[in-house]
């Protein structure tokens, strides 16, 4: 049973509001909230001198891999690693992101998720995000070409049976055959619909808007780009208001510019900040497994040889910072983006904001936006060496 805990003195940031303040943390919920609070504590933490700030812990809701595992891996001690290492971050809880394979290694993947049970020294597993194998050859990036299929509703009826109902997200290329009425069912089961890694029209995307998707997978990047005369799906995602957007802050996926046109035009409540972080994340420079693919990671980013990007090697606690420094935006917009968005998405109501009865997922943070101590489920699972 997690100690309890009472933090004193911080200033707490929601999506809506800034408030200084104290929070009592019992039996992995935030049961108290207020100022001078005198509840005795097996844990105190004073942040009267150090000028910190609480966000609600970050929800990354599109990660493939971290310290040198990965989602595919399809291994409890993959899911392990990730878990235990995201903490460091800020990362409270997470969608374990599949990719483009044999169905095979997918079903794999999907299976080893069902039967993990998060421990409470760890980053949540809230569920899976399946991205592809329904996508555009035109727009694959790096998914395997030779993996990509079409898209069948009796194939993922089983997909959700092995994951055991855990499938919460699903990119898709709408455009593909078969892929809006796959969009159709596959929103009126729950499941959060994001176009991606897509070569759709204007007129296509508005279609699927209609059926169902309500996001979009990382913004710019494996879609078809913008034009005067075809806005394409980045014109669509940008203007339309029924879809979220996934966006990868790291300035090698996005121009700080890009992040700014994002923001202006979005909002806030329009981004959901992600990582789309590969098994590198964490590691030094070197070549890395994705997916059956060779990556070689530099300064400039993981890229494939043929030079596609390969997911990232960004944190959450990175995004947020390099967020702040392209748009100048508010603390609670970065709440927003970094968890209040994703957890309205999958409809959590016991994530995404700091209030009474809620679940104890919060990231401690000093001015310039660093973690400090990371609480999951109202323990303490990393501390900043000082």
Known sequence: MPKTILISNVTIVNHDKEVVADLFLKDGKIEKIGTQLSNEAEIHINGASKDWIVFPGFIDMHIHGSAGFDTMDATEEALRGMARSLVKEGTTSFLPTTMTQTTNAIEAALKNIASFVSKTD??????????????????A????????????????????????????????????????EFVETASSQGIVVSIGHSDASSEEVEKAVKLGVKQATHLYNQMRPFHHR???????????????????????????????????????????????????????????DLGGQMVSVTENGAHLSNGALAGSMLTMDQAIRHFRQATNCSFTELVSMSSTNAAKQLKLSNKGSIAEGLDADLVLLNKGLHVQITICRGQIVFEKET
């Open 230 to 288: 075809e806005p394409g799906v980045v014109g669509s995602v940008l203007i339309s208001d029924e879809i979220k957007t996934e966006l990868i802050v790291d300035f090698i996926h996005c121009h700080p510019n890009a992040v700014k046109l994002a923001y202006r035009l979005k909002g806030a409540s329009g981004i959901i900040l992600i990582t789309d972080a590969m098994r590198a994340k964490g590691l030094p420079n070197g070549s890395y």
């Open 122 to 139: 760890e980053a949540e597993v809230l569920g899976i995000h399946v991205e592809g194998p329904y996508i555009s050859p035109k727009r």
């Open 141 to 180: 990036g790096a998914q395997p070409l030779e993996y990509i299929i079409q898209p069948t509703l009796e194939q993922f009826d089983r997909w959700q049976r092995l994951s055991n109902n855990r499938i919460k997200q699903i990119t898709i290329a709408p455009e593909v055959t078969g892929g809006l």
